[in-house]
Each structure stands twice: as C-alpha cells, then as structure tokens.
C-alpha cells in the first residue's frame, strides 16, 4: 500500500482505498429475486458518510452503543462503518439470539439506536427476536430488512449530505463490544478498540502475501470475531473484494460467483463438502482415480471446481477439530487447511499453522507479537496484541480472566510441542467426575468419534459410573432413516461398531458405557449449540441427564431416546 495509512485505525483504510482505488469493486450483494449488485470503494465510503451524517444529526452523547442485528450483508459493513465515523461504538448481535439474550444485550450495552438487517426468520431468529426489540427503541431498516415501517437506509442516505471529517478516533478508544456466545450464562461484552481490531492484520501481512486481489465469501456471522477479523477488517486493511451469500439454497451458487483466493470455514462445512463429495464419487473410486498420475489432476481440480474452491490460495479452519482423515483427504486434493485459534478476548488473534508447518491436531503457533504458556493446571495462557480492553461493566470479571502479568486465561487446556505449535486437549472446566471418582476429559473422546454418519456428539456422565455418549445423527442418515434407506437396527450396529473401537483405545475408567442416539436436532436456534456451532455442554447435560439412569438400567449399548 503506498501512502500507507495509519492501518491501526480501519477508518483510515477505507478512506485510503476511497481515495486511490474509488471504482474498484468492494462489496458484491446478491438480493432476492437474482439480482447482484457491486458497490465500489467509493460508494461504500459516499454511503456509510451519508449515514454517518444522520446519525450525527440525532445528536446522541459521543461513545453511544449502536446495535447492528442481521445476517451478513454489505450493509452491515456499511453500517458499522458510518457508526465509527459519528464517533459511536458497534454492538454486533447474532441474528440467531434467542429473545431473552437479545433483551439482556440490549439493556446491558444500553443501545441507544438499531441497525436493522437481513433477516427473515428461515435461518434466523427473526420471529421470536422481533419481540424482543424494545419498543421505543429507535431502528434504522437496511435493505433486505423484514420491516417496511421504519425509516429506511436508502431514503435516509439520499436525504443526507456525507460526512466530510470523521470523528477522530485514537487507536485505544473504544469502537466495539462483542458480546461472547458462552456456553454458560449470560454473555460478556467485550470491549475492542481500534488497535486489538487490526492486530492481526499486520501479524497477518507477515506470514500470508494478501493483496487487493484477493477474494473472500462472508456467510459466518459478522457477529462473531473471527469472520469479521477475516473478512471486514481483513478487507479493510488489504483492500480485497468481498462477496456475501444469498441464503443456504445458493451457497453453491455463491461460492461459485466469488471464487475465493481465501476461504475461511468451521470443520462442520468441510465436513459437508467432504461426505457430499463421496455422496457422488465413492472413496473407493477416488482411490483408484487419485492412483492414476494424469486423470488424478484432473479429477481434483474437477472437484475443487465442482466446490467453488479451485481458486483457493489459503484455506482455513477453526472452532473446533476436524478429524485427521478429513484433513488429509484435503491435503490429497491439493488444500492445506490451515488451524486457528483464537477468542473474542483477543480478537481472534492468538494460533494460526504456518503452510507447510501443518501438525494434524495442532491449531498452529503463536501468531506475530503473541506470547502463550501453558499454566501449573494446564491451562492455556495467552497475550496477544488483540488483547480486549476489558469486559463492559464487568471490571471484577476482567481482573479474574486476566492474570497478574496481562495474559488471558483462556480456559482451554493445551500442550505445545517442540516447535512451538499449539494442541488443545480441552476445557478446564469441562473435567467432569464420575460416580467412582475418576475424572473425564470429553473433547479428547468426542475427537475419536469420528463417523460420517454422526453431525455431532457429546460425551458426559457426571454423578454415572462410567460416561456415556448422546449422538446427533448428520441431516443425511435423518434423511435415510425418514425414508426407509437405513434402518434403526442397522445404524445401531455401525454405532455399536464405533464405540467399541473407541473404547479400545481408552482407559478403563474412560469406557463409553452406551451411546444414545438423540431425536431433537441440536441448533444454534434452540440453545444447543452456539453461533460457531460448538456444543453447550451445560445445555445439553441440563436436558439429558434427568435420564441417564434410566437408560443405564435399560441395559443397551445404543439406545434411542
């Protein structure tokens, strides 16, 4: 970037790319009905001005939380944008927020205005968060927003002068809070300034050779830390091209239109993409064609280009682990995922694997500028120049999860080997204990239980003898078992195969005693699992456990609920 700016202020980016690359293209928006629209740096920039200008007119105090619900669009990005340039701060809630965090987050972070977005309640929360949205809560529409009757963003804008100055932003002021997903609890606000948002960036821009020719696909939640460090201020800094989706029916369709240089996924989306692959050519036959030298390249480029990932320069994963066959089966089509690890604490700026540096089960080394240790107990501790400023309103809570030092107590147990690569082998508080006194560690076995016929599991038994397993069938085996191509009995021997492999490798007092298989889907919509689709073990062990013992007593190695 010539002239570079002062990249620790997003702001300055922007106006950097407005300025010297105004019609290249930004953001890339399909609407319903099949129409896409490209919006260049300079429109970005003449929008959110516009709007930044109304929101300076409502003359709200300097430093008031804006909230900005909806799925990802290129008004979001507008949007929080234009709440930086009035001098506001961003609240970001997931469109998949039950009512009653919604309400809590709002009155927490004492809202003082709504950006309204995307949302339409098929994929979202829309229905039941429409009720919770207080009333005298004034609420700005975006485009594609399910109300007609507020003031909307495209009138509002064409009323409105842009912005000529931004309100001066230092580098440690306060820009955002992000209220965590938890597994536990009411959520934390946690407070970003300029410097912790960009980071990364820079740590970034030393490892990876990113350009504005880069391109990216943004259907995470923008919510969510790690999709708007990769995407928004990813682009912001390096200047590259984002494209959003539609909605899940043209998720094909979109990653096909934006051919991604850079695609960043959570293991349950490569999962799919891998077990959809098999669905239409056999592992058996990809053995055999991979065999063959010159059919072998074609065949892969064929189905990287069937997957919309043929263009793909680096590929990464995160949140959770992705079982080592998966990954390898990547590595032979000619991507290597890339781990990460990170938390809303610091922005998501704590592990990421060097290419070429890959541990399968490492989530990489420390990225540029961060420390990490592992403590007396296990626990991984990190401080990382994304470090948050604190929890909002919560300075009890910051001094609890910051040791004396300044590193974060992260609350994930680890090991870091020879070369400085990172493993995580669970939760601190996870350890739970069995009725004989022995304790459990549950991530290391839900990583063995690797089957394509199971979305997700949880293992636990607290107060039981032995633990247990509750199984998620993937949507795929749902599907046979609805339609008559599986049977209950014969999906209950492979799961009984399962657990007895399984079982031959742990320790004794780690033994699955029984597998159940669970009837409710587990969502992000009814509490189970969280926006980045890990599992709320507190959750799910509040619903199931009431009947452990009575499908202990029942005497089955697979029980259905």
């Known amino acids: 970037m010539s002239s570079s700016p002062d990249k620790t202020n997003l702001l300055n980016c922007l106006h950097y790319w407005e300025r010297y690359t105004p019609e290249a293209v930004y953001l890339t928006q399909p609407f319903p009905g099949g129409r896409v629209v490209d919006y260049s740096w300079r429109e970005v920039a003449d929008q959110a001005r516009r709007m930044a200008a109304y929101l300076q007119g409502l003359d709200l105090p300097q430093g008031s939380s804006i909230a900005l619900l909806g799925r990802n669009s290129a008004h979001w990005i507008m949007a929080d944008l234009a709440i930086w340039m009035a001098g506001h701060v961003s609240v970001p809630l997931y469109p998949t927020l ?5 309400r809590y987050i709002l009155q927490h972070c004492q809202a003082r205005l709504l950006f309204l977005g995307k949302m339409d309640g098929t994929t979202d929360g829309w229905h039941e968060l429409r009720h919770a949205l207080p009333e005298d809560l004034p609420t700005i529409a975006l485009p594609m927003s399910p109300r007609k009757d507020l003031p909307q963003w495209d009138e509002l804008i064409k009323h409105s002068q842009p912005l000529e100055q931004f309100v001066p932003r230092g580098a440690e002021v306060l820009a955002t809070v992000v209220y965590t997903s938890g597994s536990t609890g009411q959520p934390k606000g946690v407070m970003h300034g300029f ?3 960009t980071a990364g960036q820079s740590g970034v821009s030393a490892l990876f050779d990113i350009t504005q020719d880069d391109r990216m696909l943004s259907y995470l939640p923008l919510a969510h830390v790690a999709e708007r460090a990769a995407v928004e201020c990813g682009s912001l800094y390096f200047g590259f091209r984002v494209y959003f989706a539609d909605k899940l029916d043209t998720f094909q369709q979109d990653l096909r239109r934006a051919r991604p240089t850079i695609f960043f996924s959570v293991p349950r989306l490569w999962t799919k993409f891998y077990l959809g692959v098999n669905d239409k050519l056999s592992p058996a036959k990809q053995r ?5 030298p010159l059919v072998s390249r074609l065949v892969k480029r064929k189905i990287l280009r ?10 990464l994963t995160g949140a959770a682990p992705l079982p080592p066959e998966i990954i390898e089966w990547y590595r032979r089509l000619g991507l290597e995922l890339l781990e990460v690890y990170g938390m809303t604490e610091n922005f998501a700026n704590s592990h990421i694997s060097r290419p070429g540096l890959v541990r399968i089960g490492y989530v990489g080394s420390a990225t540029v500028g961060t420390l990490c240790r592992i403590a007396e107990n296990g626990e991984v501790e990190v401080k990382s120049p994304g470090q948050m400023l604190g929890y909002y309103k919560m300075p009890e809570r910051t001094a609890e999860d910051l040791t004396a030092d300044g590193y974060f107590r ?9 070369k400085g690569r990172l493993r995580i082998t669970g939760r601190v508080k996870e350890l739970f204990k069995t009725s004989k006194g022995k304790y459990i560690a549950p ?7 690797n089957h394509p016929r199971i979305e997700v599991s949880c293992v636990t038994g607290p107060t039981q003898p032995q633990p247990f ?10 599907k046979q078992l609805r339609d008559g191509a599986l049977s209950r009995e014969a999906l209950g021997r492979e799961f009984a195969s399962l657990l007895d492999q399984v079982n031959a490798t742990l320790e004794d007092h780690e033994k699955l005693d029984y597998a159940v298989v669970v009837k409710e889907q587990w969502t992000m919509e009814n509490g189970f699992l969280t926006p980045t689709m890990k599992i709320r073990r507190s959750v799910i062990e509040e619903h199931y456990l009431p009947q452990a013992e009575q ?3 029942a005497g089955n190695t697979v029980v259905w609920e």
């Open 443 to 449: 991530v290391p076995i839900e990583n063995k239980l």
């Open 551 to 553: 499908w202990k007593q």
């Open 410 to 418: 992260t609350g994930d147990r680890g090991e870091i080997d020879e």
């Open 98 to 102: 039950n009512a009653e965090t919604a």
């Open 469 to 478: 397993v509750l199984l998620m069938p993937s949507p795929d085996a749902q």
């Open 195 to 197: 410097r912790s948002m």
């Open 288 to 292: 055999l064609l991979f065999r063959l």
């Open 306 to 315: 069937e997957m919309g990932l043929d263009h793909v320069r680096f590929a």
